[in-house]
């Protein structure tokens, strides 16, 4: 079943959190005509482009050396005393991740001001992929989740 949601006052800062199946239901029209959700390869095409190395960008868990902070953006809505913010890349390619936190798959909510996490439809079984950018590493965590989970999302533009 498909589900948009927030929790706090969220979704003026942060935005919806959404479920596996939520991405995947084009009758949502979560990202506007001519943008998609990001599939993992894009995601590692963007975490190269901003100096991680191809064998790093397949790995799992935080990778990177800066790549997180580069993403991230907003230091208002951060938690302030971990190592993303403390980097000096922090917010400087332009993305502004923010941290929406998540949705756990029994409806619990968690993370805001700590963590972004971000889907990435490409994934297997009851699976899909998701990038995470926490407060406190300044890489980016590559790793799976479970469908009934809720994270946020980042529209692309479609290639031409």
């Known amino acids: 079943q498909s589900l948009a949601t927030c929790y706090g006052d969220c979704s003026e800062i942060y935005g919806n959190i959404y479920n596996g199946p939520s991405i995947a ?26 100096g ?8 799992y868990g935080f990778r990177g050396t800066d790549q997180g902070s580069q993403i991230a953006g907003n230091f208002n809505w951060w938690y302030s005393s971990g190592l993303l913010e403390n980097n000096p ?6 993305f502004l991740a923010l941290p929406g936190g998540w949705r756990d798959a029994v409806g619990g909510y968690g993370g805001m001001g700590l963590s972004g996490y971000f889907w990435s439809p490409s994934g297997t ?10 407060w406190n590493d300044s890489g980016v965590d590559r790793g799976s989740a479970y469908r009934p989970s809720g994270f946020s999302v ?3 533009g479609d290639a031409d």
């Open 25 to 50: 239901d084009e009758n949502l029209e979560i990202c506007p005509d001519g943008f998609h959700i990001p599939s993992d390869e894009e995601w590692m095409e963007l975490e190269m482009y901003l």
């Open 52 to 59: 991680m190395s191809f064998e790093e960008s397949q790995d």
């Open 89 to 94: 890349m922090f917010g400087s390619s332009g």
């Open 125 to 134: 079984g009851g699976n899909e992929w998701r990038r995470r950018i926490s």
């Open 154 to 156: 980042r529209c692309v």
